[in-house]
């Protein structure tokens, strides 16, 4: 697995999910450049659908681990809002109850509906 960076690094951190079996920079290509203007986006690719990668994608719990490890490790073990993006239409939020996470949820919504 391989988690992708962009954007300043003393900005908040925005965590991005591509659908199971889909690839980064087909949810999220378009949405990162815009999000980095203003955010640390990390976008999270996972085994088996990284185009650089020849790995398998094993289980979603053992990326899940993978993923927490690298915020624990690059994030100091916190990030302010992670996304994902389920479908080609649909995008949700994982914090809702945040005011921030409110904030950039509607961000990014809006952008993907360009």
Sequence with gaps: M?????GAEDAPVILLLPGTCCRWRSN????????????RVRC???DGFD???RTEFPTMPEE?????AYI?????GHIRTAFARPGMV???????YFK???????????ILRK
Excluded at 28 to 36: C, D, E, R, S, T
Excluded at 100 to 110: G, L, P, S, V, Y
């Design 44 to 46: 999270v690719s996972y």
């Design 100 to 110: 921030e996470a409110r904030e950039d949820f509607a961000k990014i919504t809006e």
């Design 2 to 6: 391989k988690i992708y960076a962009f």
């Design 28 to 39: 999220f290509g378009h949405v990162i450049p815009l999000l980095a203007d203003d955010c």
């Design 64 to 68: 899940t681990e993978k993923i927490e």
């Design 51 to 53: 185009e650089t990668e």
């Design 72 to 76: 624990r490790e690059h994030c100091g």
């Design 90 to 96: 649909h995008c949700y939020c994982m914090l809702p």
